[in-house]
């Protein structure tokens, strides 16, 4: 069947098979490769994508489900001129980044994080990182690059 995805603002019309899931059509039809295929049962994370906004485990949802959404993944946070989206520097600058394989479902759970809460406490960043797994140390780099998150979007909000 033939669907039609609006990813990172760009119309794709992609042949899908009736089951198959949306991290299949993104990394093997579309080399949208930035969400990973972690666990591939939806428990890990790592293959977050936003869907109008939420967060949403790409391995865990149909393709054919998505059409007519705003899908957004890691690809479409940097600009075309290669600058990093304000999350993006806030991991980088946190050290957060660690291995790196976890790291695009956790800035896009960090967009959708913000996009509810501006300025979520510690415990509000624990439980919205519930379902994103990483497997290198642990999470203080991670909760210290989502506070500077906030603050720098927070900043850029008002200039």
């Given amino acids: 069947m033939l669907v039609k995805l609006d990813i990172n603002n760009f119309l794709y019309e992609v042949e899908v098979e009736p089951r198959e899931t949306l991290i299949n059509v993104l990394r093997e039809k579309l080399d949208l490769t930035g969400a990973k295929r972690g666990c591939n049962s939806s428990n890990c994370g790592a293959c977050k994508v936003l869907i109008d ?21 890691i690809e479409g946070f940097a600009t075309s001129e290669g600058k990093l989206h304000p999350i993006q520097e806030s991991f980088v600058e946190a050290g957060a980044v660690q291995c790196g394989y976890c790291t695009p479902g956790m800035i896009i759970t960090t967009q959708a994080l913000l996009n509810k809460n501006s300025s979520p406490t510690e415990e509000e960043i624990r439980e919205a990182f519930k379902e994103n797994l990483c497997r290198c140390t642990g999470y203080v780099k991670i909760i210290e690059a989502v506070k500077l998150s906030a603050k720098k979007l927070g900043v850029n909000k008002n200039e």
Avoid: P, R
């Fill in 53 to 73: 906004g939420e967060a949403v485990k790409s391995c865990g949802i149909l393709a054919k489900n998505v059409e007519s959404k705003k899908i957004y993944t």
